[in-house]
Protein backbone atom coordinates (compact mmCIF):
# COMPACT_ATOMS: atom_id res chain seq x y z
CA UNK A 1 0.00 0.00 0.00
CA UNK A 2 1.49 3.08 -1.02
CA UNK A 3 1.82 5.58 1.74
CA UNK A 4 2.65 9.25 1.31
CA UNK A 5 3.37 11.26 4.63
CA UNK A 6 3.64 15.27 5.04
CA UNK A 7 5.11 17.62 7.40
CA UNK A 8 6.55 21.31 7.30
CA UNK A 9 3.08 22.98 7.98
CA UNK A 10 2.65 25.28 11.24
CA UNK A 11 1.34 28.16 12.70
CA UNK A 12 3.19 31.64 10.74
CA UNK A 13 2.87 35.40 10.53
CA UNK A 14 2.08 36.88 7.17
CA UNK A 15 4.91 37.74 4.87
CA UNK A 16 6.53 33.89 6.28
CA UNK A 17 8.14 31.14 4.37
CA UNK A 18 7.60 27.22 5.16
CA UNK A 19 8.07 24.34 2.97
CA UNK A 20 6.47 21.68 3.32
CA UNK A 21 7.99 18.15 2.61
CA UNK A 22 6.00 14.52 1.61
CA UNK A 23 7.84 11.16 2.04
CA UNK A 24 6.60 8.32 -0.14
CA UNK A 25 6.71 4.97 0.86
CA UNK A 26 5.80 1.80 -1.37
CA UNK A 27 5.65 4.10 -4.59
CA UNK A 28 7.76 3.76 -8.28
CA UNK A 29 8.68 7.56 -7.01
CA UNK A 30 10.80 7.95 -9.84
CA UNK A 31 8.12 7.38 -12.55
CA UNK A 32 5.10 8.96 -10.58
CA UNK A 33 3.88 12.50 -11.21
CA UNK A 34 3.74 14.40 -7.94
CA UNK A 35 1.06 16.98 -7.00
CA UNK A 36 0.44 19.16 -4.07
CA UNK A 37 -2.89 20.37 -3.09
CA UNK A 38 -4.83 22.77 -0.59
CA UNK A 39 -8.20 22.54 1.41
CA UNK A 40 -8.82 25.72 2.50
CA UNK A 41 -11.27 26.13 5.18
CA UNK A 42 -15.09 26.91 3.36
CA UNK A 43 -13.62 26.06 -0.08
CA UNK A 44 -12.82 23.09 -2.26
CA UNK A 45 -9.68 21.21 -2.44
CA UNK A 46 -7.34 23.03 -4.92
CA UNK A 47 -4.65 22.01 -7.02
CA UNK A 48 -1.55 24.31 -5.60
CA UNK A 49 1.51 22.65 -7.41
CA UNK A 50 2.50 19.95 -9.58
CA UNK A 51 5.48 18.32 -10.63
CA UNK A 52 6.38 15.61 -13.54
CA UNK A 53 8.73 12.33 -13.50
CA UNK A 54 12.03 13.78 -15.20
CA UNK A 55 12.40 16.61 -16.36
CA UNK A 56 10.23 17.68 -13.69
CA UNK A 57 8.14 20.08 -15.90
CA UNK A 58 6.30 22.09 -12.85
CA UNK A 59 2.86 23.85 -12.85
CA UNK A 60 1.73 26.28 -10.21
CA UNK A 61 -1.69 27.37 -9.24
CA UNK A 62 -2.42 30.98 -9.98
CA UNK A 63 -3.17 31.36 -6.08
CA UNK A 64 0.71 30.78 -5.37
CA UNK A 65 2.46 31.32 -8.50
CA UNK A 66 5.72 33.34 -8.42
CA UNK A 67 5.76 32.61 -4.54
CA UNK A 68 6.14 29.18 -4.83
CA UNK A 69 8.58 26.41 -5.67
CA UNK A 70 7.90 22.32 -6.23
CA UNK A 71 11.13 20.25 -6.01
CA UNK A 72 11.85 16.40 -5.69
CA UNK A 73 14.65 14.34 -5.20
CA UNK A 74 14.28 10.55 -6.53
CA UNK A 75 16.86 9.09 -4.33
CA UNK A 76 14.39 10.11 -1.11
CA UNK A 77 11.59 9.26 -2.79
CA UNK A 78 10.51 13.04 -1.32
CA UNK A 79 8.92 15.77 -3.10
CA UNK A 80 8.58 19.31 -1.55
CA UNK A 81 6.74 22.48 -1.81
CA UNK A 82 8.20 25.74 -1.00
CA UNK A 83 5.78 28.60 0.39
CA UNK A 84 7.03 32.18 0.33
CA UNK A 85 5.31 35.33 1.28
CA UNK A 86 2.42 33.81 3.12
CA UNK A 87 -0.91 35.43 3.45
CA UNK A 88 -3.91 34.19 5.15
CA UNK A 89 -5.52 33.01 2.42
CA UNK A 90 -2.50 30.32 2.51
CA UNK A 91 -4.34 28.73 5.43
CA UNK A 92 -5.29 25.53 4.92
CA UNK A 93 -4.19 21.93 4.59
CA UNK A 94 -2.12 20.95 2.54
CA UNK A 95 -1.98 17.28 0.80
CA UNK A 96 0.41 15.22 -1.26
CA UNK A 97 -1.17 13.05 -3.97
CA UNK A 98 0.42 10.75 -6.41
CA UNK A 99 -1.14 12.19 -9.93
CA UNK A 100 -3.67 10.34 -11.83
CA UNK A 101 -4.27 8.48 -8.36
CA UNK A 102 -6.25 7.85 -5.10
CA UNK A 103 -3.04 7.91 -3.34
CA UNK A 104 -2.96 10.83 -0.46
CA UNK A 105 -1.04 11.21 2.27
CA UNK A 106 -2.85 13.24 5.70
CA UNK A 107 -2.09 16.27 5.15
CA UNK A 108 0.14 19.43 7.35
CA UNK A 109 -1.81 22.19 8.67
CA UNK A 110 -0.75 26.11 6.94
CA UNK A 111 -2.16 28.50 9.55
CA UNK A 112 -0.94 32.19 8.76
CA UNK A 113 -2.54 34.78 11.14
CA UNK A 114 -1.63 38.24 12.02
Known amino acids: QVQLVESGGGLVHPGSSLTLSCVAHRLAFSGSEMRWYRQSPGKERELVAT????????TYGDSVKGRSFIYRDDRENTVWLQLSNLTPEDTGVYYC???????WGQGTQVSVFS
Open 51 to 58: ISKRPSIR
Open 97 to 103: NVGNSNF
